[in-house]
């Protein structure tokens, strides 16, 4: 991480606030305490981070990932715009925690002794609990409720954002922070233009229609574009593979057409999830990979 941990000079508080109109993000003043608790926290994540032998594996999209995974995307990806807008934003307003239910994110900005900024990231669903609650505390042994607004913050954030990568712990949250659906949906005509540059052999236009409205299409768009494999891909050997895992295509004028119904199908063949065993003579067997990060054979 290209952060000095130890060695932190200012610490911004500040939550994001939806309306559901747009998105925005505001500092909110903390004393030094809650800056020390959120030092701790970062620490924590980063700790936690480490503690994955294998090392971070890059975010995709169209994976399924556990609730906690250490993965890693380049702060220049389209899918890290949005934290990417708030790790590098430099006059962000002070405001104050407001209303509750509009709180989607609360964060913490870190600066080092070397100008490095660090930003971490937190989806605000307990914390939001916490604030509309009516809480009840001793004092002098009477009950009393507690009037004011009140916060507790977590034990660590769902990602952390440096000057190279969004390295991820929870991707839910960084999906949920990033509006990564949005995104994706938005960028299908992005995606669509680069692998029909690669692939012209293939009809795309019913491809793009069905994925611009379907979240999960768009995401095997996404994850196909960022593997960049598709540019030596042999028109026979994926005619091939879809007719023996169940996806019907046809060829007409030398370009190939996916049937209606076999959209999705099609695009699981090109990000390597669709594929067949034949253990036992004259009996295929297809299946579809939940995932399909390469082995080291």
């Avoid at 399924?64 to 389209?78: A, C, F, R």
């Avoid at 989607?104 to 605000?124: E, Q």
């Avoid at 009477?142 to 000057?163: A, C, G, M, Q, R």
Wanted: charged share 30%; glycine share 6%; with cysteine.
């Amino acid at each position: 991480m290209k952060f000095d941990l130890d060695n932190v000079i200012v610490t911004e508080f500040g939550v994001g606030i939806d309306d559901g109109n747009e998105q925005t993000f505001v500092v909110v003043p903390v004393d030094t305490e809650v800056q020390t608790a959120l030092h701790e926290m970062v620490q924590a994540t980063w700790e936690e981070m480490q503690g994955d032998d294998v090392g971070p594996t890059r975010y995709q999209p169209s994976e399924k990932h556990g609730s906690t995974e250490y993965l890693y995307l380049p702060i220049g990806d389209d899918l890290a715009k949005s934290v990417r807008e708030l790790h590098d934003a430099t006059n962000l307003n002070i405001g104050v925690l407001g209303d509750p239910p509009n709180i989607f994110c609360y964060f913490t900005r870190l600066t080092d002794n070397k100008k490095h900024r660090l930003t971490a990231l937190r989806r605000a669903s307990y914390f939001k609990g916490v604030l509309k609650k009516r809480l009840i505390r001793v004092l002098d042994n009477t009950l009393k409720i507690i009037e004011e607004t009140v916060f507790k913050l977590d034990n660590d954030f769902d990602l952390l954002v440096d000057s190279a990568n969004v390295h991820i712990l929870r991707p839910s949250g960084f999906e949920f922070a990033g509006k990564l659906q949005e995104a994706i949906l938005n960028a299908v005509p992005k995606n669509m233009k680069s692998i029909r540059k690669d692939l012209p052999f293939v009809d795309f236009d019913g491809i793009e229609k069905y994925a611009s409205k379907r979240p999960r299409a768009a995401r095997y768009l996404a994850s196909i574009r960022a593997q960049e494999e598709t540019k030596n891909i042999n028109k026979a050997a994926l005619k091939r593979l879809c007719e023996r895992t169940g996806v019907d295509v046809k060829e007409s004028k030398g370009k190939i057409t996916v049937l209606e119904g076999h959209e999705t199908g099609f695009l699981e063949v090109l990000d390597r999830r669709r594929y067949e065993v034949s253990l036992v003579k004259d009996k295929p067997e297809h299946y579809l990979a939940g995932s399909r990060r390469k082995t080291n054979g």
